[in-house]
T-cell receptor, first 115, second 113 residues
Framework: EAGVAQSPRYKIIEKRQSVAFWCNPI?????LYWYQQILGQGPKLLIQ????????DSQLPKDRFSAERLKGVDSTLKIQPAKLEDSAVYLC?????????????FGPGTRLLVL | DQQVKQNSPSLSVQEGRISILNCDYT??????FLWYKKYPAEGPTFLIS?????DKNEDGRFTVFLNKSAKHLSLHIVPSQPGDSAVYFC????????????FGEGTQLTVNP
């Protein structure tokens, strides 16, 4: 079974530029999550999708971050414009989505450096 | 407000000995707890979980203990192996948060040969 795929793996941009990350979840997984992991901290949920609807985006900085999951499969996360403090690893995870207490499977992440 | 805390940033043990990783939480609504392991340049991988209706769950060399009254859980690895060297994250979820996971800061475990 293929895991969660993410691209790019690394990205370096200058502040005020825009950047986009892509995620392809495990086939058949209805729920998709985007997490931000700052160095030395645990992952923090940014947004959760159930199919193509948003379930939880309470911790997403909506003035600069946006995400979509068209057709309920792949997802993109965008930052526009980027700030220095956005430097982090952005992790995508997916789960079956048929109950609350279920395992989330993570992709390898995209490491973003904002200069 | 750090609802899940791992107070030890690092832990070093000898191969063959027991590794004990600790985690504390403050939110009494949490009822499901997980441990994830993370190698460098990879995403976290699920290790073991426990529901609040239990106080112990075992899977091979890995055992998780939950003390609800103390709001504390621990992960025991016996015997520890060099391949267990990784960052271990404790995570929790609850009724009011649905499937949203709240993670601790992580503990870097190093198992020395």
């Amino acid at each position: 079974e293929a895991g969660v795929a993410q691209s790019p793996r690394y990205k370096i941009i200058e502040k005020r530029q825009s950047v986009a990350f892509w995620c392809n979840p495990i086939s058949g997984h209805a729920t998709l999550y985007w997490y931000q992991q700052i160095l030395g901290q645990g992952p923090k949920l940014l947004i959760q999708f159930q199919n193509n609807g948003v379930v939880d985006d309470s911790q997403l900085p909506k003035d600069r971050f946006s995400a979509e999951r068209l057709k309920g499969v792949d997802s993109t996360l965008k930052i526009q414009p980027a700030k220095l403090e956005d430097s982090a690893v952005y992790l995508c995870a997916s789960s079956l989505g048929d109950r609350d207490q279920e395992t989330q499977y993570f992709g390898p992440g995209t490491r973003l450096l904002v200069l | 407000d750090q609802q899940v805390k791992q107070n030890s940033p690092s832990l070093s043990v000898q191969e063959g000995r027991i590794s004990i990783l600790n985690c504390d939480y403050t939110n009494s609504m949490f009822d499901y707890f997980l441990w994830y392991k993370k190698y460098p340049a990879e995403g976290p991988t699920f290790l073991i979980s426990i529901s609040s209706i239990k106080d112990k769950n075992e899977d091979g060399r890995f055992t998780v203990f939950l003390n609800k009254s103390a709001k504390h859980l621990s992960l025991h690895i016996v015997p520890s192996q060099p391949g267990d060297s990784a960052v271990y994250f404790c995570a929790a979820s609850g009724e009011t948060s649905g499937s949203r996971l709240t993670f601790g800061e992580g503990t870097q475990l190093t198992v020395n040969p």
